[in-house]
């Protein structure tokens, strides 16, 4: 049942086969940890301090 790209993978060397595997991996990997940082942030808003670490600022001005 794999034909066409899979077989080609599978009939690789593995030396081939090892850094596809790790870079569609690290991809993967990029991609869960981009979407739960997303859900994270707008589950768990941040708080005041974090705020002023970050350099955000909630007004638009400075206020003297």
């Not at 077989?7 to 030396?15: A, K």
Request: proline share 5%.
């Amino acid at each position: 049942m794999t034909d066409g790209f899979e077989q080609w993978v599978v009939g690789l060397p593995v030396w081939f086969q090892t850094p596809l595997v790790l870079a569609a991996l690290a991809l993967a990997a990029v991609a869960v940890a981009t979407a739960l940082l997303w859900v994270l942030f707008r589950v768990l808003p941040r708080d005041e301090s974090e705020r002023e670490v970050f350099g955000e600022k909630k007004g638009g001005g400075d206020a003297q």
